[in-house]
T-cell receptor, first 111, second 115 residues
């Protein structure tokens, strides 16, 4: 079993929809949780970063962490065609130096 | 543009060969990370250097090695290449040591094709 599980999709939604992207994990030592966005033929870029459980909002993006369920989510409100990309979740354990990435979910937002 | 540069963009070579990938971090960043991204394995952490010293090691094969030079650029050496080494190789950089919660800025990647 992989440490981090993420449905690769693809996920196709109409413009303006609310998108929900999720990851589950098995290592309870993970404390730092991130979401990266990767456009085709580009490197990943950090979107959201949260520590431990809770919610964090940044514009149209909301990241949620539920450590009791070992489950993290990224919500995108009012999705735009420019949001079409692969979204990767990533996690780091306490005192660790290694970032573990999910497989990435491909998102298509149709105009 | 993240400020991280990688060369070459594309590399095509044959099995058994050796190649070197190069990365220049963002100005002021002391840490460099190498990742491999393939369709079946996703994005895998290989190795991290901080200010010239190896800081953390991930799923890096013995056939692969890396180093960080005094000017902070880094090279990833891949030898005895196999078909399965075909992948995108990303370099990322961050400001500090290796509290890896630092934001990592990724370069555009090098696409390696082994024939």
């Amino acid at each position: 079993q992989k440490e981090v599980e993420q449905d690769p999709g693809p996920l196709s939604v109409p413009e303006g929809a609310i998108v929900s992207l999720n990851c589950t994990y098995s290592n309870s030592a993970f404390q730092y949780f991130m979401w990266y966005r990767q456009y085709s033929r580009k490197g990943p870029e950090l979107l959201m970063y949260t520590y431990s459980s809770g919610n964090k909002e940044d514009g149209r993006f909301t990241a949620q962490v539920d450590k009791s369920s070992k489950y993290i989510s990224l919500f995108i409100r009012d999705s735009q065609p420019s949001d079409s990309a692969t979204y990767l979740c990533a996690m780091i354990n306490t005192g660790g130096f290694k970032t573990i990435f999910g497989a990435g979910t491909r998102l298509f937002v149709k105009a | 543009d993240s400020g991280v540069t990688q060369t070459p963009k594309h590399l095509i070579t044959a099995t058994g060969q050796r190649v070197t990938l190069r990365c220049s971090p963002r100005s002021g960043d002391l840490s460099v990370y190498w990742y491999q991204q393939s369709l079946d394995q996703g994005l895998q952490f290989l190795i991290q250097y901080y200010n010239g010293e190896e800081r953390a090691k991930g799923n890096i094969l013995e056939r692969f090695s890396a180093q960080q030079f005094p000017d902070l650029h880094s090279e990833l050496n891949l030898s005895s290449l196999e078909l399965g080494d075909s992948a995108l190789y990303f370099c990322a950089s961050s400001v500090s040591s290796g509290v890896s919660t630092d934001t990592q800025y990724f370069g555009p990647g090098t696409r390696l094709t082994v024939l």
